[in-house]
């Protein structure tokens, strides 16, 4: 595809503030902690910081220094070390990783010699520079990270480091809102084959038809979860799929992970401040069978994948999806919590201006949420730029997550976007809504 030199330059501009803005943010991630925190393991599901530090960095070399720009490695020795498939999370402590300051000088030598490409690179050519798709994966690769730290850092022991103004207060008309939105039956159009910096696993475009449903109006809250907990939610087997009754068993689950017992109510600590949980605020840290367990103990289930994308994309008025639930425009800070502006998420009801054609609310930011929807490729899918990112996931148990939580940067938000984890994770910050079919199913011949 051809680039108008003023094209070109806009693309020029809007690399360098990805990979500058993803970088911004890793620095506070990994400079708020002093150098023995950073090399710490602080849960066996993460890495030590300091892995992801140089792992971002490695990846950037990988593909930006040596498969765009041809140059030779630069310490080929630490590859395996911070290739993600050679060694699990919970082996990272044990490698004899780069320490954190020579990890930063790395990740600093990495990023020095990105920007000289970037100034004089072409985008266009081959397909990794088109649209400069490469420089957007690094770019997005890097804020996924950095959300990954971020759940570090909320599994953290010791005194908080870090901090954020809060979201709004909840707004005075979000009870006045309807429990519910009807999305009607009918055909959308789902994935997306048009936007540069999409993953693979986003494309391609195609049409679903999805009968019509209802679904929630904003995220299921703390207060409506902490009534599920004291309706004995999670002493009742009925309301659990057999395997999610099993983990709640074995794991013992009584409450979402980062909550405790305070006389009536309940406590929760949140990067290292214990403090009463906010019943307007969406419900988090909840694995995919809890989110089940609530949804069947409402009378109701959780959306689909495609029902999900629907609701955040399909305008009824002209027929097209949208690539934010607002409309085409990217997101503002009154449009959706984003970015690791808060430490949280904003109270159920907020962001209006972020509202879908439907009038749900908050479909991105806030909290991830969990669909009923395994991972999938989309029909027509081929693996693009490497196996790994996800076909290798694709069948593997995986439950689809959608929407974005307040810890995704924008350039990773797009109503396209998939995330995906085992129905068991809790530490992530994913919360659910529920919906129901508003069509009786049709019932076949001699039903
Ligand atoms: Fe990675």
Redesign the pocket.
């Known amino acids: 595809m051809a680039t108008t030199p003023a094209g070109a330059e806009a693309l020029r501009d809007l690399v360098a503030r990805s990979l500058v803005g993803a970088r911004d943010r890793t620095e506070l991630l990994t400079g708020c902690v002093d150098d023995t925190d950073l090399a710490r393991q602080h849960s066996p599901l993460m890495s030590p910081l300091v892995w992801?530090l140089a792992?971002?960095a490695n990846?950037e070399e990988l593909w930006l220094l040596r498969e765009v720009g041809g140059r030779e490695p630069m310490h080929p020795e630490i590859d395996p070390l911070y290739d993600?498939f050679e060694h699990p999370r919970a082996e990272r402590p044990a490698l004899p990783l780069l320490p954190p300051g020579e990890a930063r000088a790395y990740a600093h030598e990495v990023r020095g010699r990105v920007l000289d490409l970037v100034s004089a690179a072409t985008f266009g050519g081959t397909r990794l520079l088109d649209g400069a798709f490469a420089f957007g994966m690094i770019a997005q690769?890097e804020q996924?990270?950095d959300e990954?730290m971020l759940i570090t850092h909320q599994l953290r022991k010791g005194a908080p480091a870090l901090s954020a103004p809060p979201p709004a207060a909840p707004r005075p008309d979000a009870l006045a809102l309807p429990a519910e939105v009807l999305i009607p039956g009918g055909p959308f159009g789902m994935g997306t084959s048009a936007e540069p910096w999409a993953l693979d696993n986003e494309r391609p475009a195609h049409t679903v038809t999805v009968p019509g449903f209802y679904l929630d109006t904003t995220p299921v809250t703390n207060a409506a979860y902490a009534a599920f907990i004291a309706a004995g939610g999670y002493d009742t087997a009925r309301w659990w799929s057999p395997a999610g009754w099993a983990h709640r068993q074995r794991a013992r689950l009584a409450a979402p992970l980062h909550w405790r017992r305070d006389g009536n109510g309940w406590l929760r600590t949140r990067f290292g401040v214990t403090e009463p949980v906010p019943p307007a605020e969406p419900v988090m840290h909840v694995c995919w069978y809890e989110a089940q367990a609530y949804a069947a103990w409402a009378g109701r289930r959780l959306p689909t994948e495609a029902e999900w994308e629907k609701a955040a994309r399909h305008d009824p008025v002209t027929g097209r999806s949208r690539r934010y639930p607002w409309g085409d425009e990217d997101p503002t800070a009154g449009r959706a919590n984003l970015g690791q502006r808060h430490l949280q998420p904003a109270p159920a009801g907020s962001y209006p201006l972020g509202a879908a054609p439907s009038g749900a609310r908050q479909l991105v930011g806030d909290v991830w949420e969990w669909t009923a929807s395994d991972f999938l490729p989309y029909p027509g899918f081929t693996a693009w730029p490497y196996r790994e990112y996800s076909e290798v996931f694709f069948g593997g148990g995986y439950k689809v997550l959608r929407g974005a939580s307040f810890g995704v940067a924008p350039v990773l938000s797009r109503a396209t976007f998939r995330n995906w984890d085992y129905p068991i994770r809790r530490q992530i910050f994913a919360g659910f809504r529920t919906a129901r079919d508003a069509e009786p199913a049709l019932a076949g011949p001699g039903a």
């Open positions: 992801d792992h971002v990846q993600a690769h996924q990270h990954t």
